[in-house]
């Protein structure tokens, strides 16, 4: 009798019951006001011939992106989720009922990916036009920047996504920065506006190709979304290449990166034009350079510090800012590495539903979905919510009392009725 009290009460505090029910009818005003529901129901016209079932594919797609909103481990969960919670029925489109775990894994192993990616592509224009891409409360730097403020800071970077070749034969090997070994696993390419904590740009490769090869493709996919060229990029060393930075010189796009040491030879030095200035106890060596296969000269900027035997070195085509400025115009890449641990630690990237790389395709667009939509969701809230991280703030949606309250019943500004005229 005892037994049967403590599961009836373990049943009422289970995150998946109904203790949560109404959170989890929270997602579909998450939906609602950051137009993902429409953007689905647009997208979805398209493949409407191609999908003849009892239910529906949005609400698989809806489901999985609910997944990873808050924060679930397995496709087993959600099924489980599902099948007990109303709520999470009716945000995800289920009217009818959960699928079946089997009819789930055949979606997602079938699912298509030129309607999922479509999906995305869109919920970024979604940003661009509610103003995300233009917010600099994320930056430090930007009002130091002067006739360069309008301009958006983005990073481009690359994780490779290491798996189980045994789980997922069709795997190849990429060198992994965090062991500093050859991983099976995906190279994941991303570009990220520092001024809104935003994702501009998606690609996603075999491990095996080298990040460096979808530089071009990020920047015009960033370019296209923001609706400008008034970029300066953050970028680290594995984009180095100095006919891409000449490139970026006539296509005036500004760019912060490293210098590698091999870059000095045949360069030409100018040491006469070399000035130096100390700040915060470290001495800066600003002068010019020009490499090998360029025509435009460039920053040259060295940081001395006393305990370090190499200066470290940075290359940019600013040339009027001050020098700490462009220093610290480059420690601004850092949120999209914040990205990257986001997405593997609190969004289930490193925890695939399916073993196909179909599948496994579909798995990384849906977690990048969910991120992006949290990232609108946050812009529109604004306040305080803007000043948290994403962790905090999928906290927060999670066990916030106040943001329940706003997801029940949301204050004018981010009624869905109300965007739809900016929107569409």
Same mark, same amino acid.
């Given at each position: 009798?005892?037994?049967?009290?403590?599961?009836?009460?373990?049943?009422?505090?289970?995150? =998946?019951?109904?203790?949560?029910?109404?959170?989890? /009818?929270?997602?579909?005003?998450?939906?609602?006001?950051?137009?993902?529901?429409?953007?689905?129901?647009?997208?979805?016209?398209?493949?409407?011939?191609?999908?003849?079932?009892?239910?529906?594919?949005?609400?698989?797609?809806?489901?999985?992106?609910?997944? +990873?909103?808050?924060?679930?481990?397995?496709?087993?969960?959600?099924?489980?989720?599902?099948?007990?919670?109303?709520?999470?029925?009716?945000?995800?489109?289920?009217?009818?009922?959960?699928?079946?775990?089997?009819?789930?894994?055949?979606?997602?192993?079938?699912?298509?990916?030129?309607?999922?990616?479509?999906?995305?592509?869109?919920?970024?224009?979604? /940003?661009?036009?509610?103003?995300?891409?233009?917010?600099?409360?994320?930056?430090?730097?930007?009002?130091?920047?002067?006739?360069?403020?309008? +301009?958006?800071?983005?990073?481009?970077?690359?994780?490779?996504?290491?798996?189980?070749?045994?789980?997922? $034969?069709?795997?190849?090997?990429?060198?992994?920065?965090?062991?500093?070994?050859?991983?099976?696993?995906?190279?994941? =390419?991303?570009?990220?506006?520092?001024?809104?904590?935003?994702?501009? /740009?998606?690609?996603?490769?075999?491990?095996?190709?080298?990040?460096?090869?979808?530089?071009?493709?990020?920047?015009?996919?960033?370019?296209?979304?923001?609706?400008?060229?008034?970029?300066?990029?953050?970028?680290?060393?594995?984009?180095?290449?100095?006919?891409?930075?000449?490139?970026?010189?006539? /296509?005036?796009?500004?760019?912060?990166?490293?210098?590698?040491?091999?870059?000095?030879?045949?360069?030409?030095?100018?040491?006469?034009?070399?000035? @130096?200035?100390?700040?915060?106890?470290?001495?800066?060596?600003?002068?010019?350079?020009?490499?090998?296969?360029?025509? =435009?000269?460039?920053?040259?900027?060295?940081?001395? @510090?006393?305990?370090?035997?190499?200066?470290?070195?940075?290359?940019?085509?600013?040339?009027?800012? $001050?020098?700490?400025?462009?220093?610290?115009?480059?420690?601004?890449?850092?949120?999209? @590495?914040?990205?990257?641990?986001?997405?593997?630690?609190?969004?289930?990237?490193?925890?695939?539903?399916?073993?196909?790389? =179909?599948?496994?395709?579909? +798995?990384?667009?849906?977690?990048?979905?969910?991120?992006?939509?949290?990232?609108?969701?946050?812009?529109?809230?604004?306040?305080?919510?803007?000043?948290?991280?994403?962790?905090?703030?999928?906290?927060?949606?999670?066990?916030?009392?106040?943001?329940?309250?706003?997801?029940?019943?949301?204050?004018?500004?981010?009624?869905?009725?109300?965007?739809?005229?900016?929107?569409?």
């Amino acid at each position: 009798m005892v037994c049967i009290l403590i599961q009836e009460l373990n049943g009422y505090i289970d995150r =998946n019951s109904f203790a949560l029910i109404s959170r989890y /009818a929270g997602l579909k005003r998450i939906f609602d006001v950051t137009s993902l529901d429409k953007t689905i129901h647009k997208c979805w016209k398209e493949e409407l011939d191609r999908y003849k079932k009892d239910y529906s594919v949005k609400g698989e797609l809806r489901s999985i992106i609910g997944m +990873h909103v808050y924060g679930m481990d397995s496709v087993d969960e959600l099924h489980e989720a599902l099948s007990t919670n109303r709520g999470l029925r009716h945000s995800c489109g289920f009217m009818g009922g959960a699928p079946s775990r089997s009819q789930m894994s055949r979606d997602i192993n079938s699912m298509d990916l030129g309607f999922v990616i479509t999906v995305f592509n869109e919920i970024r224009h979604i /940003a661009r036009k509610l103003g995300v891409y233009k917010r600099t409360e994320y930056s430090d730097v930007i009002d130091e920047l002067n006739e360069l403020s309008d +301009h958006l800071l983005i990073s481009i970077d690359a994780t490779l996504l290491v798996l189980n070749k045994g789980l997922f $034969p069709f795997l190849k090997k990429g060198f992994c920065t965090l062991t500093g070994k050859q991983e099976f696993g995906i190279r994941i =390419n991303v570009g990220h506006c520092i001024n809104a904590d935003s994702t501009t /740009a998606l690609s996603i490769t075999d491990a095996n190709i080298h990040e460096t090869n979808e530089f071009e493709k990020l920047v015009t996919q960033t370019i296209q979304i923001c609706r400008t060229t008034n970029l300066i990029l953050v970028i680290d060393k594995g984009y180095y290449d100095h006919i891409r930075f000449q490139r970026l010189c006539n /296509a005036r796009l500004f760019f912060v990166t490293p210098r590698k040491k091999y870059s000095l030879n045949k360069a030409v030095l100018y040491p006469d034009e070399d000035v @130096e200035k100390t700040v915060d106890g470290k001495r800066i060596v600003d002068g010019y350079i020009t490499l090998t296969d360029m025509k =435009n000269r460039l920053r040259w900027i060295r940081v001395y @510090e006393e305990d370090k035997e190499e200066p470290f070195e940075l290359l940019t085509n600013i040339m009027d800012l $001050p020098p700490e400025v462009i220093i610290a115009l480059y420690g601004e890449r850092w949120p999209i @590495e914040l990205l990257f641990k986001d997405v593997k630690q609190n969004f289930g990237l490193k925890q695939p539903i399916g073993r196909t790389m =179909n599948a496994l395709l579909f +798995h990384i667009y849906a977690v990048f979905i969910a991120y992006l939509i949290l990232q609108i969701f946050r812009h529109l809230l604004g306040g305080v919510y803007t000043e948290m991280s994403m962790l905090m703030f999928i906290r927060a949606i999670q066990y916030s009392d106040d943001l329940e309250m706003i997801l029940r019943k949301p204050p004018p500004f981010i009624l869905a009725e109300e965007k739809e005229e900016q929107i569409w």
